[in-house]
């Protein structure tokens, strides 16, 4: 019975640490941002952006893909 709750709190505080260190700061956003606004992003420590291609009835999402452009251009 201890060994048992004792690896169960071994799991637990591993999948912690292996959580902390594989996660990223990103963000995503629907609001159109600029090339410096992405460039301002990085140097706060932001590393990822998830762009958006599709609006929620399924059309293109021209707001996204520029963000996507304007993300890559402020790498």
Same mark, same amino acid.
């Given at each position: 019975m201890i060994y048992d709750n004792? &690896?169960?709190f071994v799991?637990?505080?591993t999948t912690c640490l292996v959580s902390k260190v594989l996660?990223?700061?990103e963000f995503d956003t629907? &609001?159109?941002l600029?090339?410096?606004q992405f460039e301002c992003l990085k140097k706060q420590g932001f590393v990822a952006f998830m762009g958006r291609v599709y609006d929620p009835i399924g059309?293109?999402?021209e707001v996204g893909?520029?963000?996507m452009h304007n993300a890559h251009?402020?790498?």
């Open positions: 004792f &690896s169960f799991f637990i505080l996660a990223l700061n629907t &609001s159109a600029t090339v410096a059309d293109f999402d893909i520029q963000n251009q402020g790498k």
